[in-house]
């Protein structure tokens, strides 16, 4: 009689062995495969959110100023101002301040406080031949009371954001209008 192992219980522990091998290197093929067949790769460079938030006496949204730059718009339904403010993603320090009085723009009515909405949207310029181009956000503000709004747009000098300077400019109207043709008796 032998001590060590007979055939068929070594035959059995080289087959458990080979199969245990087998199914690992499987896994290992399906996780690299997996890994680099990301069938959802194709939507990164095509979607960009935005994100809007009000309350009583405020809103927020984000908006994509440039390729890796963001910008925070801000309404201030009391003062009737909008502000925007770029941070610069290298240094994590202010880019870009930019403001404008809505108020004006949209003629609150006297007496009422205005009840703003606020949305950005995207704009892509084709064609710029100087350095301050429109950023590739738009903000849209309306006033639900009156029904008016308007349509505002960042300037953008891409050159001096390079350069770490930072920029103030004012908020320009393109464009206006009026979402009803009554006037609502209240």
Known sequence: ???????????MFFVGV???????LGMLAGTTVTASLN???FLEKQLHASATHGGESMAIATG????GVEGVFMLDF????????VLNPRT???AGLYKRTVSLDLGAEQGK???YLMVTGTLKVRQNVSNVKPAESIVYIADANTGRYVAYLLPWNKAAFNQNVAQANELIPIGQGSARNIVLER
């Open 1 to 11: 009689m032998s001590t060590g192992f007979t055939s068929k219980p070594r035959r």
């Open 18 to 24: 080979g199969l245990g091998l087998l199914v690992g």
């Open 39 to 41: 069938p959802f790769a």
């Open 64 to 67: 994509l100023i440039d390729e």
């Open 78 to 85: 009391i003062t009737g101002e909008l502000t925007c403010q």
């Open 92 to 94: 994590g320090t202010l």
């Open 113 to 115: 406080q205005p009840k």
